[in-house]
């Protein structure tokens, strides 16, 4: 007579032990984006972006991809970044040229995660140009330039750059749009319309992937003080560092919104009620 063999399967995990592994994995995962180890940067020479990262590596080293045009900036870049303790490289990338967005992507992926086992825990988004006023609506093609800089190529980046992160179990991806996003100033409108557009799609992105352990967090700045806006003024301005410091608290939380300075969130929606009227006259 032949007896079963005894079953060597694992009994079945009741729901709270499901329920605890899954809370230690979020636990996990806050950890990393909290304090990550492996930072890319889309936008490798953006005073903003580099803030971010050098916030995100206060008192340790990081491994940081910077991805941007070649040249001298993202070189002298890198080598602060080096200067500083962290371990920095350069991957290609130029929002002007479709053609290196997927390779700029898995550059950026491979370089930081070229040892067994890594993976990269934050993508900061940080490419876009500046507000030109009149030429961005005047000139077709300098808006056509503006859309491409501000919205097809961060766009592009923001949808490959959450599938790789799903595709490794998760992390976290910065979006630095703008204020201007939400409620565009009449004097540059068509800045305003290009973030809008990148918001938006941040905004759902951040939904799509919720739960596929993916974070998506969207910085809304408004007037920051860098070197691109040298010698210009504006109410409820900041700086990058303050920028910075407000992205990585919110990282060790669970913000999904980032609004820099933090007021500049109740002057935009208050203005989205003040008749067009009244808004010629204020010229804002």
Known sequence: MRFPRPSHQAAPRSAAE??????????????RVAEPSRVVLLG?????????????????????????????RLAAA????????????????????????????????????SGAGQRVDVVVLALGAA????????????????????SAAPVALAAGAAQRLRAQGGGALVVLSSAAAVRARSTDFAHGASKAALDAFASGLREAVRGDGVRVLVVRPGFVRT??????SAWLATTKEAVADLTAHALAGDDDVVWAPPGA?????????????LLRRLRL
């Open 44 to 72: 490798g020479t953006s005073e903003i972006g580099l803030a971010v990262v050098r916030r995100l590596g206060r008192g340790r080293s990081l491994d940081v991809v910077l991805a941007g045009r070649p040249g001298e």
């Open 131 to 150: 507000p030109d006023g009149k030429p961005s609506w005047q000139d077709p093609l300098a808006a056509a330039d503006l859309v491409q800089v501000n």
């Open 78 to 113: 890198v080598e602060a970044l080096v200067a500083e303790g962290h371990r920095a490289r350069a991957v290609p990338l130029e929002a002007r040229d479709r053609t290196t967005w997927v390779p700029a992507l898995d550059g950026s992926f491979g370089a930081a995660s």
């Open 18 to 31: 499901r329920a605890q592994e899954r809370a230690r994995e979020q636990a996990q995962q806050q950890l």
């Open 227 to 232: 070197r691109l806006t040298a010698g210009r």
């Open 265 to 277: 969130r109740a002057v935009v929606e208050a203005l989205r009620w003040v008749p067009p009227r």
